[in-house]
C-alpha cells in the first residue's frame, strides 16, 4: 500500500491531489472553518453574514472545488459573490473593490493539473497572517463550524466586471501613452490558466501586439506549468520567430511571471522583480519623492533587490517565505514594494497580493522609457547565479532540519525565520520546509553557477543526504 495522499495546510492555504486528500467535503470542511473564523475577523469586526468573493483558476475541478466550498461558506451564514475563472491577484483586488469581508481563490498555482488548492483572503484582499492561518487550520481539523439558521441563507450571486477592474487598477499607475508609441510586439504564454484573457485586455489598452500562445483558461496545462526555464523552451523559440522584444510565461493562477528576453533567452523569475523595482525606483525618483524608500522581499528571493535598494538608498526587510509574509511586512513598514523571488510583483496601490499583470505592465513601461532592447537592460544589473533544489520531506529530516544547519554553519551569519539562511558577504544558501508541497526547497545563491552549486551540495551534507 502506497503513502496515503498530502494535503498541504499552510500560510499558503490548503492544497490536495482531487479525488484523493482534496475532495467537496474536505473543501466545504475548510470553507466552512474560514468562514467560522471570518464571522470575527470581518471588515467591521464581529459579523453574522460576511461577505465573501470566490474565483477559481481554469482546472477542470476548478468549478467542482468551487461550488463545494461555496456551500461551506454559505451554509455558515456568508453572503457569496462568485467571480468565475479570475487570477489570484484578481480576486483579491475585488475582495477590496466589493467591500467584501474576505475572497476565496481555488487554485493550486503552479502546481500539476492532478492538485486544486484553497487560498483564504482577509477583508485587505491578502492572505491572512500566520496565526490566522493556523487558527483556521485548527478549525478545520477540529470540524468546528458556525453553522447559520436557515432563514438566513444567502443565494449565490455573480459579478462578471473582474478583468476590467484589475486591469484598469494597473493601468492608473502606468504610462500608457508612452507604452503605445514604443509600439512593443510580445509573446505571452499564458499555459492555459486564468491569466489570458485579463492579460491580453491589459496588452490591448497598452497598445501591445500579442502573439498569445495557451489563451483560452481551459486549465488543460500544455506543459509543465510552473514557469520554469526547462517549461519554457517553446517561449523561446517563439519569441526568436516572431522577432518580438519580449516573452512572458504566466502560472495557472497568474500570480507569477517569468521572462524572455528578445533573443529567445530564458531571463527568469528572479529578474522579474528585480527589474520591476528598479524601473519602480527610479520613477520615485524622476518625481522627486524622497529617498529612503522600504522593499520586502522573502529569504529566498535574490539579492539583486538588495543591489538595486542600495542604487537609490533604499533598504530591503526580508521575511519567510510566503506572500501573507512579505504583505504583512510591507504593509507593517509602509512598504513602496516588494514581492517575491517566484517572480511575484507587489505594488500596493494595485494591491498587497502578487501580480503578473502588474509586472509586465512594469516592464513594457521600462521598455518604453530605456529604449533599449531587454537584454541590455537586464545586462546593467549585477548577476548573481541562484540554484534552486528539493528533495523529499522525511519526517526525520524536517525534525533535525534546523539543528543540523546551525550546527555546520555555526560560524556564519544565521536567519532562523524560515528554515535556516546562511549568509556570506557573496553568497547564501537557504534551506526550508515548502509551505505548498511535501518538499524541503533548497536555493543557493552565488557570482557564478559553480560556487551556488557547491552551497547546495554544503548543505545536503549537513542535513546528511
Known sequence: MGSPAPLMLSISGLRGLIGASLTPPVAARYAAAFASWLKTHSRQGP??????????????SGQMIELAAAAGLIACGCRVTTLGIATTPAVGIMTEHLGADGGMVITASHNPIIWNGIKC????????????????????????ALYAAVETLAPLQADDSTARVHVDRVLRHIDVPAVQRR????????????????????LEKLGVQVIHLYAEPTGLFPHPPEPTKQNLTGLGAAVRRE????????????????????????????????????HL????????????????????????????????G?????????????????RQHQAYAGGEGNGGVIFPPVGYIRDSLTGIALVCEMLARRQM??????????SYAIVKDKVDAAPALMASLAQRMRQAFAAQKLDTQDGVRVDWPDRWVHVRPSNTEPIVRLIAEARDEGAAQALIAQAKHALGL
Open 47 to 60: 459579523c453574522a453574514q460576511p461577505r465573501v468573493v470566490i474565483g477559481r483558476d481554469s482546472r477542470p
Open 121 to 144: 483572503l482577509t477583508f485587505a484582499g491578502v492572505a491572512p497572517p500566520a496565526e490566522a492561518a493556523q487558527n483556521i487550520i485548527a478549525r478545520f481539523g477540529q470540524n468546528q
Open 183 to 202: 509600439k512593443l510586439k510580445v509573446v505571452l504564454d499564458s499555459v492555459h490558466g486564468a491569466g489570458g484573457p485579463s492579460t491580453a485586455l491589459l
Open 243 to 278: 522577432q518580438a522584444d519580449a516573452g512572458f510565461a504566466q502560472d495557472p493562477d497568474a500570480d507569477r511571471l517569468a521572462l524572455v528576453d528578445e533573443q529567445g533567452t530564458y531571463i527568469g523569475e528572479e529578474y522579474t522583480l528585480a527589474l520591476s523595482v528598479w
Open 281 to 312: 525606483l527610479e520613477k520615485r525618483q524622476a518625481a522627486a519623492q524622497a529617498p529612503g524608500a522600504v522593499l520586502a522581499a522573502n529569504l529566498s528571493t535574490s539579492r539583486m533587490i538588495d543591489d538595486v535598494a542600495h542604487q537609490y
Open 314 to 330: 533604499a533598504t530591503v526587510v526580508r521575511t519567510p517565505v510566503g506572500e501573507a509574509n512579505v504583505a504583512a511586512a510591507m
Open 373 to 382: 532592447p531587454l537584454s541590455q537592460v537586464v545586462g546593467a544589473i549585477p
